[in-house]
């Protein structure tokens, strides 16, 4: 049973890049999309994007411009970096399991427990 | 972006109720279809994709149904342990996007 757990500061300065890792433990990173999903405290969940296990990324449009999301297929990891933040983007960042690279399975099918990232001075 | 609206907001029920949840597309989404369920404090848990393909492990008591624009999330026997917000979440084109929740209460 696939594992995963987020990463990374829990704090974050406005205008700093927010950086978290997600390590995939119990099963391969390959054939699978990966994603980061949030939530702002008390709302709903937000997409951001995924990677695949090659590396190839798809983003959500909101957020395209200060956004990278790349994968680690030696360490099992994937990773978020989300530039020039506001207090808009505190919120629960999960990383989660996007189904298989072999059919049209873009739902989420594991998460890990989420983070909580602020943005504050 | 296609939205997604879920109805109601909240909905009190009482154990042993049976519990209907509605999600509308803004435009078709065929049957590319996700439902979640997510507790205080806990990441969502997948319950129902493909609009009616109950993921494994989850009891019978949850099923779906729809396509095109409209879908519905049935709990039959509404159990202690459903008290959770739910979620939907389209995936037919670019970017995914969840529907605002439905809060589901204790009477």
């Known amino acids: 049973q696939v594992q995963l757990q987020e990463s990374g500061p829990g704090l974050v300065k406005p205008a700093e890049t927010l950086s978290l890792t997600c390590t995939v433990s119990?099963?391969?990173?390959?054939?699978?999309?990966w994603s980061w999903i949030r939530q702002p405290p008390g709302k709903g969940l937000e997409w951001i994007g995924y990677?695949?296990?090659?590396?190839?990324?798809n983003y959500n449009p909101s957020l395209n411009s200060r956004l990278r999301i790349s994968v680690d297929r030696s360490k099992n990891q994937f990773s978020l970096k989300l530039s020039s933040v506001t207090a808009a983007d505190t919120a629960v960042y999960y990383c989660?399991?996007?189904?298989?690279?072999?059919?049209?399975?873009?739902?989420?099918?594991?998460w890990g427990q989420g983070t909580l990232v602020t943005v504050s001075s | 972006d296609i939205q997604m609206t879920q109805s109601p907001s909240t909905l009190s029920a009482s154990v042993r109720d049976r519990v209907t949840i509605t999600c509308r597309a803004s435009?078709?989404?065929?049957?590319?279809l996700a439902w979640y369920q997510q507790k205080p404090g806990k990441a969502p848990k997948l319950l129902i994709y493909?609009?009616?393909s109950l993921e494994s492990g989850v009891p019978s008591r949850f099923s779906g149904s729809g396509s095109g624009t409209e879908f519905t999330l049935t709990i039959s026997s509404l159990q202690p342990d459903d008290f959770a917000t739910y979620y939907c979440q389209h995936y037919n084109s670019y970017p995914w996007t969840f529907g605002q929740g439905t809060k589901v209460e204790i009477k």
């Open positions: 990677v695949d296990y090659i590396g190839s990324t």
């Open positions: 119990g099963g391969s990173i390959g054939g699978y999309y």
């Open positions: 435009q078709s989404i065929s049957s590319w």
């Open positions: 989660a399991r996007e189904g298989t690279t072999s059919g049209w399975l873009h739902y989420f099918d594991s």
């Open positions: 493909k609009a009616s």
